[in-house]
């Protein structure tokens, strides 16, 4: 009933070889999600079927091991890229779509979550699409920032597990602003096909837009408005390794 390692049984004091060896290589997979770089040329080519303006952009993290031990340099564009910004808002809406610590989730999920979210965000303002690699959580904030959106939609790759190197992660902010705090967020977690899957997802994140855009606000107050505690709910999950 759950792809969790409980009731495994044993040999004698020990696993048995097939649950220790089926151990390693999801754990193996859980590493390799982090250190597979993001293909962008070929996320950017399948945007094009959305038939909307999309830029590619860096975080301060020059190396993938420079982003694992200095967090916060996965927080903020690189100056240059700034200049990218100009002129494309204001908008309703950025959506950011970030390798995170787990690029195949990128790679593999947010183009289906968008094609199911997009035909129920006719009636918005969206700006670009914004790819950004060597990316954190709140790298959103700046790019808002520069763009005026009222909203930020940052969707990432989560932090792999042992059973699942692919989940991808959502996490919206209103009148997001560089030094954003994590409890102004609200996080829909585990979006592949064996979690919560891409027609759920886009319902709740159209749900929390929508109030959210009336409300004027995001985080807490958006998750008492909305009684979605267990599937939207602010945490810092942008700190750690």
């Known amino acids: 009933m759950t792809p969790a390692r409980v009731a495994l049984g044993r040999v004698g004091y020990s696993l048995r070889t097939r649950d220790v060896l089926a151990l ?10 982090i ?10 080519s399948e945007l094009v079927e959305f038939e909307h303006p ?16 200095r967090p916060e340099l996965g927080r903020r564009l690189i100056e240059e890229d700034c200049c990218d910004l100009t002129g494309r808002g204001p908008c ?45 959580v709140a790298i959103a904030d700046e790019v808002a920032e520069l763009l005026d959106a009222r909203l930020a939609i940052s969707i990432i790759g989560e932090r792999p597990g042992l059973s699942s190197p692919d989940s991808l992660g959502i996490y919206l902010t209103y009148g997001a602003r560089v030094g954003t705090t994590d409890e102004a ?57």
């Open 54 to 69: 999309f830029i590619l952009l860096r975080s301060r993290a020059t190396s993938r091991r420079d982003y694992l031990v």
């Open 92 to 136: 309703d809406i950025v959506f950011v779509l970030s390798d995170g610590l787990s690029p195949i989730a990128i790679q593999r999920h947010a183009v289906p979550l968008l094609r199911v979210l997009w035909p129920k965000l006719s009636a918005l303002t969206i700006g670009p699409l914004i790819v950004v690699t060597q990316a954190r």
């Open 185 to 241: 967020r609200n996080c829909i977690s585990n979006i592949r096909p064996d979690g919560l899957t891409y027609d759920k997802a886009a319902d709740i994140l159209d749900r929390l837009i929508r109030i959210a855009l009336a409300m004027g606000a995001s985080g807490i107050p958006l998750q008492k408005a909305t009684g979605m505690i267990s599937e939207s709910m602010s945490h810092p999950v942008d700190q750690g390794p």
């Open 24 to 33: 390693r290589l999801d754990h193996s997979r859980a590493r390799d999600a």
């Open 35 to 44: 250190w597979c770089p993001l293909d962008t040329t070929e996320l950017c």
